[in-house]
């Protein structure tokens, strides 16, 4: 079974900079099929990125995604104040553990 | 638009039983795969279980295979989760949630596109 490690566990960053999330699998994966979701406190998950690089319907641009084999990238530059939330990565019926995106 | 909703959840004691609906709007619900996710209060996402748009194919993780069963009624819209013999560890927040377009392949399963607000399954005595 493959397992996704998310780095780091939580980041504390600024609304205007940028953030960059790490995944990282097991062993190599399609991608194809890794995808992004943003969590906020009592919401339900929202697909960002699918594909490892495409954008989701009404993502905004500011929202990118990158990688392959074993390594994937979320960069979200010039981050709004509603940027700050959870984010996991997903590849088949894995989810990563998570990254903590804190305003710092 | 494009909606999915829970309902169902609730308190149950271990062992007991309980079945979550999930109605779906707002598109075809017989052209896609569909599939539970959990998150136990303050943990991360679980996949629980997935079935293809004609109920043919059906996976379950292994935490809840043999007391689980995923079900649909296309005519009605509706997705289903019976779930038996709950435990403690089953209590979560369960999400109904459409697999994107591509589905299911022997290369991954396509991303959860669209999630409903999740319903709150108890299980405590």
């Known amino acids: 079974e493959i397992v996704l490690t998310q780095s780091p566990g939580t980041l504390s960053l600024s609304p205007g900079e940028s953030a960059t999330l790490s995944c990282r699998a097991s062993q190599s994966v399609s991608s194809s099929y890794l995808a992004w979701y943003q969590q906020k406190p009592g919401q339900a998950p929202r697909l960002l990125i699918y594909?490892?690089?495409s954008r989701a319907t009404g993502i905004p641009d500011r929202f990118s995604g990158s990688g392959s084999g074993t390594d994937f990238t979320l960069t979200i530059s010039r981050l709004e104040p509603e940027d700050f939330a959870v984010y996991y990565c997903q590849q088949y019926s894995t989810f990563g553990q998570g990254t903590r995106l804190e305003i710092k | 638009q494009v909606q999915l909703v829970e309902s169902g959840g609730g308190l149950v004691k271990p062992g007991g039983s309980l079945r979550l609906s999930c109605a779906a709007s707002g598109f075809t619900f017989s052209d896609y795969y569909m599939s539970w996710i959990r998150q136990a209060p303050g943990k991360g996402l679980e996949w629980v279980s997935y079935?293809?748009?004609?109920?043919?194919?059906?996976n379950y993780a292994d935490s809840v295979k043999g007391r689980f069963t995923i079900s649909r009624d296309n005519a009605k819209n509706s997705l289903y989760l019976q779930m038996n013999s709950l435990r403690a560890e089953d209590t979560a927040v369960y999400y109904c949630?459409?697999?994107?377009?591509?589905?299911?392949?022997?290369?991954?399963?396509?991303?959860?596109?669209?999630w409903g607000q999740g319903t709150m399954v108890t299980v405590s005595s």
């Open positions: 594909g490892a690089s």
């Open positions: 079935i293809s748009s004609s109920s043919s194919y059906t």
């Open positions: 949630a459409r697999v994107g377009p591509r589905g299911v392949n022997k290369l991954g399963l396509d991303a959860f596109d669209i």
